[in-house]
């Protein structure tokens, strides 16, 4: 069984043992960028092919989302042929990656160990929630890890209860580690000819991910605290009301903060000892904020948001889903590709020389079985 992908990635064969979010987002980037992915599922199927609504022709979205550009064979690994055909595969692959249970897999001789010995070459990613120490047996799913690492503590209205992101946001962190760790292996394995186990825990991710808070509490201390949609170090760095509703709005160094005051119409304000500086905005803030509220209530937010972008502050509008993908399309950055009559998410990175491709739709469940069993048995 041969593919002939042009990308970066074009030649790897990915055997993807995982499920959910965390490593089919992560393959699917991979195959996004040529390599050819074989996605194995036991007889009921990944789980988000039950998660909806919303639906897409009687598929979820959920799962559509993150399984473009793979094949899809379902092996039973309780049964003796089929897990015959999934070392077969373990043993040709150049990747390999599962997000089981630590130890999930050695019994049907799909450990790293087992693997490795007969594929000295592979790279084997292993995705967990929480390690293979002493956390090995709590399941692993975000919103756990969003309670557990403090994100929860710092998102919500000060007074308010603590509340999750919009978004699995270290299912989708853990993957990008994953594939990270992944191609820096396969660049290893460039130089030696010999693989590696490469391991991403959602928590380890997750406290990585926190970089200015985690930074914080480690190099300085300080536990930082929820302040709603506020900046710890930054002022302005939230939303401020206008004429008719919220925009962003955001000072992130001294220059840009004396262009808002420009716009504004309030050029003494950058020579307020209070205001001058970042660090004395943001100590200042309660006194600061009212000066820029006047101002700004006086006109309505698509009138600011055109002329602050003009003169270089950064500013934004808080759209739903729909304003967001309207927007990157109207700064021709293509966010839709449709493969197979299913729209999805184009792959974020360009390539000057060998771009992202989209050659298969999300797979129906054992779409492709037929034909990789019967290359396996080849």
Not at 208 to 236: C, D, E, I
Not at 256 to 261: A, G
Request: charged letters at 20%.
């Amino acid at each position: 069984m041969t593919e002939h992908h042009t990308g970066p990635l074009a030649g790897l064969l990915v055997a993807d043992f995982s499920r959910v979010l965390a490593g089919p987002y992560a393959t699917m980037l991979l195959a996004d960028l040529g390599a050819q992915v074989i996605k194995v599922e036991g007889p009921a199927g990944d789980d988000t092919r039950t998660w909806m609504p919303p639906v897409r022709d009687g598929v979820s979205t959920y799962y559509l989302g993150i399984n473009r550009n793979k094949r899809s064979v379902v092996l039973d690994l309780k049964d003796d042929d089929d897990r015959a055909a999934a070392q077969e595969l373990a043993r040709r692959a150049d990747v390999m990656i599962e997000n089981m249970r630590p130890g999930g897999l050695t019994r049907f001789g799909l450990d790293y160990d087992t693997v490795a010995a007969g594929n000295e070459k592979i790279i084997y990613a292993s995705i967990s929630g929480f390690g293979t120490g002493a956390g090995a047996s709590m399941p692993g799913y975000d919103l756990m890890v969003q309670a557990i690492s403090g994100l929860m503590s710092l998102t919500g209205d000060p007074d308010g209860s603590p509340f999750r992101a919009g978004i699995s946001v270290f299912d989708v962190m853990a993957g990008l580690h994953a594939s990270l760790g992944i191609l820096a292996a396969l660049h290893r394995r460039a130089e030696t000819g010999r693989g590696q186990h490469v391991e991403v825990n959602l928590l380890s991710s997750a406290l990585s991910g926190l970089v200015n808070h985690s930074s914080g509490y480690v190099a300085g201390g300080t536990v930082p605290y929820r302040m709603g949609n506020a900046h710890p170090s930054l002022f302005p760095y939230e939303p401020l009301p206008t004429a008719d509703g919220e925009l962003i709005v955001i000072a992130g160094n001294d220059g840009q903060f004396r262009k808002l005051c420009q716009v504004l119409d309030l050029p003494d304000l950058p020579d307020d000892p209070r205001f001058g500086r970042n660090q004395d905005r943001t100590a200042n803030r309660e006194e600061l904020r009212p000066l820029l509220v006047e101002r700004l209530t006086k006109r309505t937010k698509d009138e600011w948001f055109r002329d602050l972008i003009a003169a270089g502050v950064p500013c934004a509008p808080i759209n739903t889903i729909d304003g967001g993908v309207a927007l990157a399309a109207e700064l021709g950055l293509e966010p839709v590709v449709t493969v197979g009559g299913v729209p999805s998410v184009r792959n974020p990175i360009t390539f000057s020389e060998t771009p992202a491709a989209y050659h298969l739709p999300p797979p129906g469940l054992d779409e492709h079985g037929e034909e990789i069993r019967a290359w396996l048995l080849s």
